[in-house]
């Protein structure tokens, strides 16, 4: 019988070692505490709630989108779940760049101290030859980072700027395991360090859905597409910056790929916080807005083509909607679900233009390229500050109003809260106590230090993320996630 390998994350070995050694890898640097370093740190002496977090993150989510689907019952999984809990817009921040946003909201940090800024990193790499942003940018602890040594544990699949994957209580799967269209303009995947255990791409590696074999059945069902456009769609080999089809076909199966992953990974041991992204949203969004709103465009859609592809946006909320559904069905029903995004959508009122060459620059990379054939390409869909906030079961009140428009700053800070974890002062965002039951915070009132970054060494985590299987294995070793006896992660068997 083939033993399969899979995350354990409830370890009872891992968490007691971890009771005892947390004390020791962090008491020298608890600074600020006044009680023993070794019997007293935060992490010894603070009580985690028992809920479980399942952040999902919607990349360019609105509800100028959601709105009209929520009423005429299109969306049934989120409308339950706003009916149940709170939402608003969520206010984003400019410059509106993804991989910015998205740390800030899992870091709670902004991005002059997090450090980043844009898809392309600042430093490495030059214009023609750009490095993707990756985590050896960030400056910054991470929400991942934070609860493993309160021995709670943490599962990210998917999310911006997570390769290399860090060493967590947990796994990670990082950002680069499916083919994104951001690894194909700027050259490629590497191969090391896509997940934590390094040993989880081969549990999952047949989850990955290759943009060259696109499941056509789903893309297909999202509008009527002419013979055409389906074959442009099948004929593109990259994406091309701001092309309809071949976006949407590289967004469509990097988003499956985590659905996929997401859906093998949670029911085997829900990790006590979650984070799982879904990305096609933005893409489309980019490239399909003046079919979905044309009257925000003067130059004039044509009809027919608004008629038919006008329902690509809609048709993936709606596809969001029943992936949520799916979900929910395979985590523990007490779990506190909270759906951000990292901002919103607008008409641009520029149609798209033809061309025969694809020209990078648009996409911070200096080159062009021949296509050979004319293809329309525009952004016709740009980023407003106004994106998503939902947060809905355990103690969050039902119909509660944020007092003030939350921001991505308070996301993290409110997740630590739920889980009854310290909040840093050096996070500028705020709890967002007012959509929280009085009972549970009584219960489990809202604590404060500093900094993280006074308990946690935010370099060496880095460092691990680097390294080899060795190194990362003498990080969780230092964190106490492992004893001196055990020779493969704990969260292995
Ligand atoms: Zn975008």
């Given at each position: 019988m083939?033993?399969?390998?899979?995350?354990?994350?409830?370890?009872?070995?891992?968490?007691s070692?971890?009771?005892?050694?947390?004390?020791l890898?962090f008491?020298?640097?608890?600074?600020?505490?006044?009680?023993?370093p070794?019997?007293?740190?935060?992490?010894e002496?603070?009580?985690?709630?028992?809920?479980?977090?399942?952040?999902?993150?919607?990349?360019?989510?609105?509800?100028?989108?959601?709105?009209?689907?929520?009423?005429?019952?299109?969306?049934?999984?989120?409308?339950?779940?706003?009916?149940?809990?709170?939402?608003a817009?969520?206010?984003?921040?400019?410059?509106?760049?993804?991989?910015?946003?998205w740390t800030?909201?899992?870091?709670?940090?902004?991005?002059?101290?997090?450090?980043?800024?844009?898809?392309?990193?600042?430093?490495?790499g030059?214009?023609?030859?750009p490095?993707?942003?990756?985590?050896?940018?960030?400056?910054t602890?991470?929400?991942?980072?934070?609860v493993?040594?309160?021995?709670?544990s943490?599962?990210?699949?998917?999310?911006?700027?997570t390769?290399?994957?860090?060493p967590?209580?947990?796994?990670?799967?990082?950002?680069?395991v499916?083919?994104?269209r951001?690894?194909s303009?700027?050259?490629g995947?590497t191969?090391r360090?896509?997940?934590?255990?390094?040993?989880?791409i081969?549990e999952?590696?047949?989850?990955?859905?290759?943009?060259?074999?696109?499941?056509?059945?789903?893309?297909g069902?999202?509008a009527?597409?002419?013979e055409?456009?389906?074959k442009e769609?099948l004929?593109?080999?990259?994406?091309?910056?701001f092309h309809?089809?071949?976006?949407?076909k590289?967004g469509?199966?990097?988003?499956?790929?985590y659905e996929?992953?997401?859906?093998?990974?949670?029911?085997?041991?829900?990790?006590?916080?979650?984070?799982v992204?879904?990305?096609?949203?933005?893409?489309i969004?980019?490239?399909?807005?003046?079919?979905?709103q044309?009257a925000?465009?003067?130059?004039?859609?044509?009809?027919d083509?608004?008629?038919?592809?006008?329902?690509?946006?809609?048709?993936?909320?709606?596809?969001?909607?029943?992936y949520?559904s799916?979900?929910?069905?395979?985590?523990?029903?007490?779990?506190?679900?909270?759906?951000?995004?990292?901002?919103?959508f607008?008409?641009?009122?520029?149609?798209?233009s033809?061309?025969?060459?694809i020209?990078?620059?648009e996409?911070?990379?200096?080159?062009?390229e021949s296509?050979?054939r004319?293809?329309?390409?525009g952004?016709?869909?740009?980023?407003?500050?106004?994106?998503?906030f939902a947060?809905?079961?355990?103690p969050?009140?039902?119909?509660?109003?944020?007092?003030?428009?939350p921001?991505v700053?308070?996301?993290?800070?409110?997740?630590?809260a739920?889980?009854?974890?310290?909040?840093a002062?050096?996070?500028p965002?705020?709890?967002?106590?007012?959509?929280?039951?009085?009972?549970?915070?009584?219960?489990h009132?809202v604590?404060?230090?500093?900094?993280?970054?006074d308990?946690?060494?935010?370099a060496?985590?880095?460092?691990?993320?680097?390294?080899d299987?060795?190194?990362?294995?003498?990080?969780?070793?230092?964190?106490?996630?492992?004893?001196?006896?055990?020779?493969?992660?704990?969260m292995?068997?």
């Amino acid at each position: 019988m083939i033993r399969r390998r899979r995350p354990r994350l409830e370890s009872p070995a891992a968490l007691s070692i971890a009771a005892v050694a947390v004390g020791l890898a962090f008491g020298g640097c608890d600074r600020g505490d006044s009680t023993s370093p070794r019997h007293g740190s935060i992490f010894e002496r603070t009580r985690p709630s028992d809920l479980k977090v399942l952040l999902i993150g919607i990349d360019g989510a609105t509800f100028d989108v959601a709105d009209p689907l929520l009423k005429a019952g299109n969306m049934p999984t989120l409308a339950r779940l706003i009916e149940r809990g709170s939402y608003a817009r969520l206010r984003s921040e400019n410059p509106m760049l993804s991989p910015a946003i998205w740390t800030t909201i899992a870091t709670g940090m902004p991005r002059r101290l997090h450090q980043i800024h844009d898809f392309l990193s600042r430093g490495r790499g030059d214009a023609a030859h750009p490095v993707l942003t990756s985590t050896a940018d960030r400056k910054t602890l991470a929400i991942w980072n934070l609860v493993g040594p309160f021995a709670k544990s943490v599962g990210v699949i998917g999310w911006w700027v997570t390769w290399p994957a860090e060493p967590v209580r947990g796994f990670v799967v990082s950002d680069r395991v499916a083919h994104s269209r951001w690894q194909s303009w700027t050259a490629g995947p590497t191969d090391r360090n896509l997940t934590y255990p390094e040993s989880l791409i081969d549990e999952i590696k047949t989850l990955v859905v290759d943009p060259m074999k696109p499941p056509m059945d789903e893309i297909g069902a999202l509008a009527d597409w002419t013979e055409s456009e389906r074959k442009e769609m099948l004929a593109a080999r990259h994406p091309i910056p701001f092309h309809g089809p071949s976006v949407l076909k590289f967004g469509y199966c990097e988003q499956s790929t985590y659905e996929n992953v997401a859906l093998r990974l949670l029911p085997k041991g829900q990790p006590d916080l979650s984070l799982v992204f879904l990305i096609a949203t933005d893409p489309i969004s980019h490239t399909f807005w003046h079919y979905f709103q044309p009257a925000a465009f003067r130059a004039g859609v044509d009809a027919d083509a608004a008629r038919r592809l006008g329902r690509v946006i809609p048709g993936m909320y709606e596809h969001n909607d029943r992936y949520l559904s799916a979900l929910l069905s395979a985590v523990d029903p007490k779990t506190v679900v909270i759906i951000v995004s990292d901002h919103g959508f607008q008409p641009s009122g520029k149609l798209p233009s033809e061309t025969t060459s694809i020209d990078y620059r648009e996409v911070g990379i200096e080159r062009t390229e021949s296509l050979g054939r004319p293809v329309n390409v525009g952004m016709t869909g740009i980023h407003h500050l106004d994106g998503f906030f939902a947060a809905s079961g355990g103690p969050i009140r039902k119909g509660a109003v944020p007092t003030t428009q939350p921001t991505v700053l308070d996301v993290t800070p409110t997740i630590l809260a739920l889980m009854g974890l310290p909040v840093a002062r050096d996070m500028p965002g705020r709890v967002l106590t007012e959509l929280i039951e009085p009972e549970f915070l009584a219960k489990h009132p809202v604590t404060y230090i500093d900094s993280y970054e006074d308990y946690i060494d935010r370099a060496a985590i880095s460092q691990a993320a680097q390294g080899d299987e060795s190194q990362r294995l003498e990080y969780l070793k230092s964190l106490g996630y492992i004893g001196e006896s055990t020779t493969q992660p704990g969260m292995l068997e």
